[in-house]
């Protein structure tokens, strides 16, 4: 079965500062990977995702995540944190079947941004 | 495009009663989950579809829950009787055909049994 880790359940940041969220993965065979943003009130909204080729993915908002297999992770990362990032990020890994992909997803990390 | 739609935005009920949740899809997706976050147990899938047709339905917590899709626009999440212990965010997401495809979320229903 798969599943889905994110250690730190919080995470408070400086404006300015780089962020970094890790994500460990148990999965039998080579993951889809995703990261995810859940701003307060609203849905999901995808930042970026990861099926193959090159283990460095970039996304939107500036966000960028690597994959390493040897480690079973696919941590976020930003350079520079907005106060707009404030927000709950949640790491998914996906298992692709024939008739769908259904994601199992982390415990999400809530990052708080200071001025 | 709307994106994924669910209605109502927010429900409150008393315990017993029929809740039913909706769903549109995004147009020309094939695939669509339904997903409930609480504070406890996080985001867990509770019942996907595909082309109109269940294809796991092991999240789903017990018999009071059940799930249609009559068609490839709409999607319904039905509880009956409802507890306090139903209190969530249900989500619903629609995703293209294709494994590489993202699964896009609609903004949620929040649920509070009474």
């Known amino acids: 079965a798969q599943s889905v880790t994110q250690p730190d359940i919080h995470i408070t940041v400086s404006e300015g500062a780089s962020l970094e969220l890790r994500c460990n993965y148990s999965y039998g065979a080579t993951p889809y990977l995703f990261w995810y943003v859940q701003s307060p009130g609203q849905g999901l909204q995808l930042l970026l995702k990861y099926f193959s080729g090159d283990t460095l993915v970039q996304g939107i908002k500036g966000f960028e995540a690597e994959f390493k297999r040897s480690q079973s992770s696919f941590n976020l990362r930003k350079p520079s944190v907005h106060w707009s990032d404030a927000a709950e990020y949640f790491c998914?890994?996906?298992?692709?079947?024939?008739?769908?992909?259904?994601?199992?997803f982390g415990g999400g990390t809530r990052v708080l941004v200071k001025p | 495009d709307a994106g994924v739609i669910q209605s109502p935005r927010h429900e409150v009920t008393e315990m017993g009663q029929e809740v039913t949740l909706r769903c549109k899809p995004i147009?020309?997706?094939?695939?669509l989950f339904w997903y409930r976050q609480t504070m406890m147990r996080g985001l867990e899938l509770l019942i996907y579809f595909n082309n109109n047709v269940p294809i796991d339905d092991s999240g789903m917590p017990e018999d009071r829950f059940s799930a249609k899709m009559p068609n490839a626009s709409f999607s319904t999440l039905k509880i009956q009787p409802s507890e306090p212990r139903d209190s969530a965010v249900y989500f619903c997401?629609?995703?293209?055909?294709?494994?590489?495809?993202?699964?896009?979320f609609g903004p949620g229903t929040r649920l509070l049994v009474l």
């Open positions: 998914a890994v996906g298992a692709v079947k024939a008739a769908g992909n259904k994601l199992t």
């Open positions: 147009s020309g997706h094939n695939s």
């Open positions: 997401a629609s995703k293209a055909a294709g494994g590489q495809e993202t699964q896009y």
